[in-house]
């Protein structure tokens, strides 16, 4: 009974998805018999761009977590200060000190992330190697 289903569902007009996908596929495979070179540059100029994203996720993560640290180390400083404890202030400005690092490696990514996709956009999808 099962494979008669398969067989019933085989025979059915294609749905509208379905044309949707074959369509896509259909321009794509046209486009590429066309400019394979363009394809190729396209391809790679998106992978390359979701490789910018990332970095850039991945330091303002490191930044995120750095200031909660940091936080908890200004913190313990405080506290070490109110208490006597000469080591306070260096516990302070460590943590500070990691914050101005973190932000500053975000900031020196971004202005890469900005550069190379300026260059992609310069570079345009037909024209192939550098």
Do not use: Y
Not at 16 to 42: I, Y
Not at 101 to 120: D, F, Q, T
């Amino acid at each position: 009974m099962a494979v008669e289903n398969e067989m019933e569902d085989s025979t059915r007009p294609p749905t509208s998805l379905n044309n949707q996908a074959f369509e896509t596929v259909r321009a794509v495979n046209q486009q590429g018999v066309g400019d394979q070179d363009a394809v190729l540059a396209s391809i790679a100029s998106q992978a390359m761009v979701q490789s910018c994203s990332l970095a850039l996720q991945d330091a303002v993560d490191h930044l995120r977590r750095v200031q909660i640290l940091a936080e908890a180390a200004n913190a313990r400083g405080l506290a070490d200060l109110a208490a006597g404890k000469s080591d306070g202030a260096a516990v302070i400005d460590a943590a500070n000190g990691s914050v101005t690092a973190a932000a500053a490696s975000l900031s020196e990514i971004g202005e890469n992330v900005i550069a190379l996709i300026e260059r992609l956009e310069r570079r345009g999808p037909s024209e192939g190697k550098d």
